[in-house]
C-alpha cells in the first residue's frame, strides 16, 4: 500500500511564505513522478506543479510559476512546495499525488487521472 502524507499547511498573510511537505512510503518514492494539486471550496481541483522522478524535469501552473517551487529528497521519500508571496486566491486544500511515469519530462503530467496514489490533503489558508 502507497500512502502520501501531506504537512506544513496553515494560516498565513498575504505576501508571507509557507513550505509544504509529501512523506511517501519509500519504495515506490525514486520511480515515480510527483505532483501537488490544489482545491478551492466551490472550485475544481487544480494543477499546481510537478517534479520527474529525477527531479530534473519541473512544470508548473501558470498561476503559480514565479511563486512556488517545486523539489524533492529521494534520500529523504519526500517532495517539497515551497510557496512564496502567497495570495488570498491561493487559499486551498493542496494534495501531493504520485504517478509511475518514466518519461523524463513532466511537461504534460497536469491532469489529476494521470496520476496513481493520492495524499489527504493539508489546507493552507491566505488572509488578506
Known amino acids: 500500500q502507497v500512502q502520501l502524507e501531506e504537512s506544513g499547511g496553515g494560516l498565513v498573510q498575504a505576501g508571507g511564505s509557507l513550505r509544504l511537505s509529501c512523506a511517501t512510503s519509500g519504495r515506490i518514492f525514486g520511480s515515480y513522478a510527483m505532483g501537488w494539486f490544489r482545491q478551492a471550496p466551490g472550485k475544481e481541483r487544480e494543477f499546481v506543479a510537478a517534479i520527474s522522478w529525477s527531479g530534473i524535469s519541473r512544470y508548473y501552473a501558470d498561476s503559480v510559476k514565479g511563486r512556488f517551487t517545486i523539489s524533492r529528497d529521494n534520500a529523504k521519500n519526500t517532495v517539497y512546495l515551497q510557496m512564496n508571496s502567497l495570495k488570498p486566491e491561493d487559499t486551498a486544500v493542496y494534495y501531493c499525488?504520485?504517478?509511475?511515469?518514466?518519461?523524463?519530462?513532466?511537461?504534460?503530467?497536469?491532469?489529476?487521472?494521470?496520476?496513481?496514489?493520492w495524499g489527504q490533503g493539508t489546507q493552507v489558508t491566505v488572509s488578506s
Open positions: 499525488a504520485a504517478a509511475k511515469v518514466a518519461a523524463p519530462t513532466v511537461v504534460g503530467l497536469t491532469s489529476g487521472g494521470k496520476y496513481d496514489y
